[in-house]
C-alpha cells in the first residue's frame, strides 16, 4: 500500500527543497507541467521521478502518458512506499491521477467523490489511465 499525495506545483518545490535525501529515498514524484517551457529540474532525492506534458483538458492526456505513468509505479512497486503528484495547481491532473492510483495499487475506492480531496479531478485523465490499466491486464 503506498502513501498517494497529490499538491500544487508550488508545493512540490517547497517540499523537494525542505526534504532530506532519507526523506524521499523511497518515494516516486510524478510532476504535471504544462507546457515545455514550464519543466524544471526534479530533485534527484527521489527514489526515481517523471515529468510529463499536457495540457488540462480532456485532449492531451494519451495513452502514452498513462503507460510511462503505469511503467513509472510498476518499474518501481519494490522500492517506493510514496508517490507524489503534482499539477500546476493540484486540483485537475494531479489529482486525477491521484485518485486512480489510489484506487488500482491500494485496492480501494473513494466512495463519496464529491466530498474527497479529489472532488475536481480530471475525468478524462482519469478515464485514460484506467483504460489502459485494466485493458494491459487483460
Keep these: 500500500m503506498y502513501n498517494i ?42 527514489a526515481n521521478s517523471l515529468q510529463l506534458i499536457f495540457k488540462d483538458d480532456n485532449e492531451s492526456f494519451t495513452e502514452s502518458h498513462a503507460n510511462q505513468i503505469l511503467a513509472s509505479v510498476s518499474a518501481n512497486k519494490d522500492t517506493i512506499d510514496t508517490i507524489y503528484v503534482h499539477c500546476l495547481m493540484g486540483v485537475s491532473r494531479s489529482a486525477a491521477v491521484a485518485l486512480f492510483l489510489t484506487e488500482a495499487f491500494n485496492e480501494t475506492t473513494v466512495e463519496d467523490i464529491r466530498r474527497s480531496p479529489y472532488c ?15 485493458h494491459n491486464e487483460i
Excluded: C, G
Design 5 to 46: 499525495q497529490f499538491m500544487s506545483e508550488t508545493k512540490f518545490k517547497e517540499l523537494m527543497s525542505l526534504a532530506t535525501p532519507k526523506s524521499l529515498s523511497k518515494t516516486l514524484a510524478i510532476s504535471i507541467v504544462t507546457t515545455s517551457a514550464d519543466s524544471f529540474e526534479i530533485s534527484n532525492k527521489f
Design 120 to 134: 475536481n479531478y480530471n475525468r478524462h485523465v482519469y478515464t485514460t489511465l484506467f483504460r489502459v490499466f485494466y
